[in-house]
């Protein structure tokens, strides 16, 4: 593992770029402990959005959702420890004091977290579960990334039923309104509006702690909640009412695996002094605050959160928990592109345009297509379930899901990276997930009122990813059987005429001949004097140093092989990454220099290979929709020639 210190060798000024972007830009400051301010309240800016904004509707729902709790004294204390413990041992024992410590060479996630563990697997059948885990994972995460905009700019605007009652049936449209605008600005990135990030998400947590401190100071009997025992006196006096509770509990919790998630782009150190010093006191203040309310005036489980307010701050309330969630909303938007593009570069999605929206931040990106699938989902969720205690039964399913598989993966981790005694790991491991299993479980009845939309996304998207996944390698089989060996294709084409300048094919194997040179040779009987067969791997880690980007090895009669290593994280740039081959006295000056790729095109055909027919068609379909290598591996267009091949799956 990397110290925590050199993880803080960000560069400062980016530290608005958004929650999922890939950090790739990480020099040393001169000084970490200077740096270390600015990457903390980056860190509150888009980290802890989503957990922040969560005091909007977690206590609400818990008494006046679908399974409301009586507002009683011992109910309210209980459900406050219960509160309180589910954040402490979920987020800050499982994800802020032990996952941190289980990073991808600095970077956090599922993908990554699956990356790490299949490096390490000791047997192909694990390192099959592994990847299917982690795959699901990412699967949930897309679902949630659906639900996640909808419920907390929702749960803010519905304020406006607190502050003018008769506006009531304005919270749906403004609140497609401002997704609308969210969504339309992604492709400008968010460069300018981060720089509001931190500041903005800074007063809403003083604002969280100082309502909260308001109340507690006028009712501080409250304080008792710190105790567990009113948490195990309620769950064990109400083992039904506590099981159903759960359910609506974990919505306190959600956005803690976000911590894990974004790790990279700050590291683990300011994300814990952010926790720790700011983040976790707000939070639990404002929860106590609320249960403070609640103890003296049962009726404001209307909105406890807005009923803590004095009424002259009724409309600053609303603007400023308004902006926070549209900045929660950012952060998963922008935690979407960057699964999105993991993804693509992991084999589990086809190429898709990835658009760099700023010239110095490449962590800066913006997916069109994610994009705009992501907002058609969530203006669908706005309209469709009304209000944000309709979807917070959508809400709990996908994260505890999420949640449930880091600690499977967690456990791995243990035993086969950190070398951990298997009764220990056993320990640890299983004890969490005996409470991920819990609330798990208790949102799992909450399927029929909503939580089946994550679920059936999820699978969606698992179904989308494992079927790309497997399509790819058989369609890797299928070139591999069509091949020729390279050194007899050198043999047979010696008295072949050889014209002036260099041809770069780009080939998706690392054996045999390109199906485009083939076709080439065919057609045009020519070969240039320079033959590079380039191949683009994606390693198993974030980011490959330059010093490793490439491998070159000269075989015979002016031809030689190309091996291109990027990170997950990383974007491929196939001209950049040819100048590194001035190390092995090979240069490629891009006006004499023609790329040859293959254009695939698949037809599919009655085969259990993809498990099923319409796989195989939905295979077909997504690689006809791919983006082209040409734009994908930013090839000038002027310097490449596309050539046709139909493959069979």
């Not at 070159?552 to 030689?560: A, P």
Request: net charge neutral; proline share 5%.
């Amino acid at each position: 593992m990397v110290p925590d210190d050199r993880r803080c060798g960000h560069v400062v000024r980016g530290w608005w770029r958004g929650a999922g972007l890939d950090g790739a830009t990480k020099v040393q400051v001169m000084d970490s402990k200077r740096a270390m301010p600015s990457l903390t309240i980056g860190a509150i800016g888009v980290v802890f959005g989503d957990i922040g904004t969560s005091p909007l509707y977690a206590l609400r729902e818990i008494f006046n959702g679908h399974h409301p709790i009586p507002v009683t004294p011992g109910n309210i204390l209980g459900i406050l420890s219960l509160v309180l413990w589910a954040i402490m041992v979920l987020v800050t024992l499982k994800y802020v004091l032990i996952l941190m410590r289980a990073d991808n060479r600095g970077e956090g996630g599922s993908l990554a977290l699956l990356s790490l563990v299949v490096t390490h697997a000791r047997s192909a059948r694990l390192a099959w579960v592994v990847s299917m885990l982690g795959i699901f994972a990412a699967a949930l995460f897309f679902g949630d990334s659906m639900i996640t905009p909808a419920i907390s700019v929702l749960s803010a605007v519905e304020g406006i039923g607190i502050v003018a009652p008769g506006l009531e049936a304005w919270v749906v449209p403004v609140t497609v309104l401002i997704l609308t605008v969210l969504f339309a600005i992604q492709r400008r990135g968010t460069g300018v509006v981060g720089l509001f990030f931190g500041p903005v998400m800074v007063v809403w947590f003083a604002v969280l702690g100082a309502l909260g401190m308001v109340e507690i100071v006028r009712y501080p009997e409250i304080l008792a909640a710190l105790s567990p025992l009113h948490a195990v006196a309620f769950v064990v006096d109400h083992p039904a009412l506590a099981f159903l509770a759960l359910g609506a509990v974990v919505l306190a919790v959600t956005g803690g695996e976000a911590l894990y998630t974004d790790m990279g782009h700050f590291g683990p150190a300011p994300i814990r002094l952010g926790w720790f010093g700011f983040v976790l006191p707000a939070l639990v203040v404002n929860y106590f605050g609320q249960g403070a309310l609640l103890l003296h005036e049962p009726a404001a489980i209307e909105s406890p959160f807005y009923h803590l307010g004095p009424s002259w701050a009724m409309i600053p309330l609303l603007v400023l928990a308004t902006l926070a969630t549209v900045i929660a909303s950012q952060a998963v938007i922008s935690g979407a592109f960057s699964v999105a593009r993991q993804a693509v570069q992991m084999g589990l999605l086809p190429r898709m345009l990835i658009v760099h929206t700023s010239g110095h931040e490449q962590g800066q990106i913006y997916v069109p297509f994610t994009n705009w699938t992501l907002y058609l989902a969530v203006v669908a969720l706005v309209v469709g379930f009304q209000n944000s205690s309709n979807l917070a039964a959508a809400y709990g399913i996908a994260v505890t899901g999420t949640m449930l598989i880091d600690t499977v993966l967690l456990g791995f981790v243990m035993v086969l990276i950190w070398r951990w005694r298997p009764l220990l790991a056993g320990l640890c491991a299983g004890t969490l997930l005996l409470v991920d299993l819990a609330f798990f479980s208790a949102n799992a009845i909450k399927i029929p009122q909503g939580g089946w939309f994550p679920i059936a996304m999820a699978l969606v998207s698992f179904t989308v990813l494992t079927t790309w996944r497997q399509g790819r390698r058989l369609v890797q089989q299928e070139i591999a059987a069509q091949g020729l060996p390279l050194n007899a294709f050198i043999d047979m084409v010696g008295e072949v005429h050889r014209v002036q300048g260099t041809a770069v094919f780009m080939t998706s194997t690392k054996d045999g001949v390109p199906a485009a040179l083939l076709h080439n040779l065919k057609h045009n009987q020519v070969l240039h004097e320079r033959v590079a067969l380039v191949t683009v791997e994606t390693a198993d880690t974030p980011h490959v140093s330059e010093l490793d980007r490439i491998y070159l090895h000269r075989i015979r009669n002016g031809f030689m092989r190309v091996i291109v290593r990027y990170g997950f994280m990383e974007d491929p740039d196939i001209p950049s990454a040819l100048k590194h081959c001035s190390r092995f006295g090979e240069s490629f000056e891009m006006m004499e220099t023609t790329f040859f790729v293959s254009r695939e095109t698949v037809i599919p055909r009655l085969s259990r290979r993809l498990f099923s027919d319409w796989r195989a068609r939905l295979f077909a379909f997504m690689s006809k929709n791919a983006t082209s290598a040409t734009d994908f591996f930013r090839i000038p267009n002027n310097r490449v020639v596309e050539l046709g091949t139909q493959l069979v799956i």
